[in-house]
């Protein structure tokens, strides 16, 4: 009589039990299985990845974003009316988004590189069409509100585009390796064909990528130009409040060249300094007249827009979060400042040897000065005392009036609408500032100063590009830029492309080669020593069954018959229907 005794041995397998497990919640070994994922889980997978690159767009567009979270907030403030900073929420979910989606997919290509079934957890199923469906509408809510913001992706990948080539290319390299084991170890079939096309397709597109870049900063360093001058775009506005004396003075000490104003005509003819159309959100207007909150600016006369605080707000809200890094002193002072006046302004410039910018908004027909704005602005600058030629006027109209003073238009035209306007200079935002234009412009001697720069990256390529002034809310930040943050010849980053290519390739051959080496060579051990009962479990299918678990009692007890020596282990693992037996160092 044969006694059946368990003949079972188990590795331990911590690592798959903790990818599984966080997975699929299959923590026990009997609950994991190495059979084919169902066309549903596939679908998951898919859905996964696809959550992943919508994530991955979403964090970089946020990413490069942050030169523009002013212009964010005030848009999303000129629709509710309340100003509060909308981009801390948005970066937390996203930040917290895109690192859940990744370790769900990290642990979905472990399942696959361990031979292991896929089996999303139904938690996970929700958190990953939460993300998804949360990622769509925000990219939806952006394009109505923001929807200008996209071209930034487009402008970024002028100073990006180098690095994220090199991180592509060794991710599509690492994968390489499932795919190799995808197609090596499984019976040939028409899908594995497409997959390995496809591998091959997204290889060669990520190798043939930088012959469409645009970097202006890949260039020789003896053609690199003078670094652009810097204008305060109403003053420093995150080291105190916008348009206000302190705003300007703080610009004025880290380096900016020239101040730039919003200028607004009060109803007694006296320009100040407003960029709303209402006072409600730089001024406590809502406490001194609270009947007037929502009325438009210029229709406060002098004496009344004077009374108001225009740095209070500035402490209470702190918009850009640097109020505790200020002194008590700074403080003090902030929460003293009145609505600053156009001729305080100026003459604040002129006492720094300083120029201005002014951007000067016409009143409403309906407004008694709409006649005279005109001349109410141009005798303040004359009262000021600063020369006519260090300040510039936009927009381009009453040119014929002008005398003495220069005018800039802040609309893209050509070289030849220039000419016939008389214009010698432009204001432009970075998005309309492309590198063609740019060498176009300065070919014909025409100034161009671009708008808003507040990121290193974007102030380096414009430098590059050869941009010989710029306007930015942070001059504090780009003072800290003395030199482009990356600059590279043609020659040595072409060196660099091929050299990655080569190196890439080199890999993905080796691979391939190992894997289908190894297979191979298992196949050749397999075949030698499996008895026709080990060939025909092996060949059967994975489902447990009646026939199955005969086979394996017959596979036993012809082990025991044959004998097996005391080195010799007999293992049987139900959770893939394999029976594997091990003589010395050699296990099949």
Not at 220 to 235: E, K, T, Y
Request: with cysteine; hydrophobic share 40%; net charge positive.
């Amino acid at each position: 009589m044969v006694k059946h005794q368990p003949l079972q041995v188990y590795e331990k397998q911590v690592f798959v039990s903790f990818v599984t497990g966080i997975y699929g919640c299959r923590w026990k070994r009997y609950q994991r299985s190495q059979d084919d994922s169902s066309r549903w889980e596939c679908t998951w997978f898919v859905i996964l990845c696809s959550s992943f690159l919508l994530l991955l767009f979403w964090a970089y567009f946020w990413l490069v974003a942050q030169n523009d979270f002013n212009e964010f907030n005030w848009s999303v403030y000129n629709r509710s009316g309340e100003w509060r900073d909308e981009s801390i929420p948005i970066l937390a979910s996203t930040t917290v988004g895109f690192s859940y989606i990744t370790f769900l997919l990290i642990l979905a290509l472990f399942h696959i590189s361990l031979g292991q079934q896929l089996n999303l957890y139904w938690v996970h199923k929700i958190g990953v069409l939460a993300m998804l469906l949360t990622t769509i509408s925000g990219v939806i809510s952006v394009d109505d509100i923001w929807g200008d913001e996209w071209d930034i992706i487009l402008v970024s990948l002028q100073s990006t585009a180098p690095f994220l080539h090199i991180g592509a290319l060794a991710t599509v390299t690492a994968i390489s390796w499932l795919v190799a084991g995808y197609v090596v170890r499984r019976e040939r079939s028409n899908f594995q064909v497409m997959m390995l096309l496809l591998y091959m397709v997204i290889l060669l597109t990520v190798y043939l990528a930088p012959l469409t870049f645009t970097c202006p900063c890949i260039m020789d360093r003896h053609s690199l130009r003078l670094r652009p001058d810097v204008i305060g775009r109403r003053g420093a506005p995150m080291l105190g409040p916008e348009n206000t004396l302190v705003s300007f003075t703080r610009a004025l000490q880290y380096g900016a060249s020239s101040l730039e104003a919003d200028v607004t005509i009060s109803v007694d003819g006296v320009p100040f300094l407003m960029r709303d159309r209402t006072l409600k959100r730089t001024t406590d207007v809502g406490k001194v007249f609270p009947a007037r909150q929502y009325d438009e600016a210029s229709f406060f006369n002098w004496t009344e827009i004077r009374s108001l605080s225009a740095g209070q707000w500035f402490l209470e809200s702190d918009p850009y979060w640097t109020v505790e890094t200020l002194t008590a002193r700074d403080r003090s002072r902030i929460g003293n400042q009145t609505v600053c006046s156009l001729m305080e302004m100026l003459r604040l410039a002129a006492k720094a040897n300083s120029s201005a910018l002014l951007k000067v908004r016409r009143p409403p027909p309906e407004h008694p000065r709409y006649r005279t704005w005109f001349m109410d602005t141009l005798w303040a600058v004359q009262k000021a005392g600063i020369t006519q030629k260090r300040v510039t006027w936009t927009p381009d109209t009453d040119r014929g009036r002008v005398r003495g003073l220069q005018q800039t238009a802040n609309e893209k035209l050509s070289v030849e609408e220039m000419r016939q306007r008389g214009l010698t200079s432009l204001t432009l935002h970075y998005s309309k500032a492309s590198t063609k234009d740019l060498q176009e412009y300065l070919a014909n001697n025409v100034s161009v100063t671009v708008y808003p720069v507040n990121e290193p990256w974007l102030y380096s390529i414009l430098w590059c590009s050869g941009v010989p002034s710029v306007s930015s809310d942070a001059p504090q930040v780009l003072r800290k830029v003395p030199y482009p943050i990356w600059l590279m010849s043609l020659n040595a980053y072409r060196f660099i492309w091929i050299t990655s290519d080569l190196v890439s390739i080199a890999v993905v051959i080796g691979i391939f080669g190992f894997q289908n080496y190894h297979m191979i060579r298992w196949r050749m051990r397999g075949m030698q020593n499996y008895n026709p009962e080990q060939i025909m479990l092996s060949a059967v299918t994975r489902r447990s069954s009646r026939d199955v678990n005969i086979m394996k009692e017959k596979l036993i007890i012809s082990e025991l018959n044959n004998g097996l020596s005391s080195t010799e282990e007999l293992c049987l693992f139900p959770e893939n229907g394999y029976a594997t037996y091990s003589h010395g160092d050699l296990s099949h």
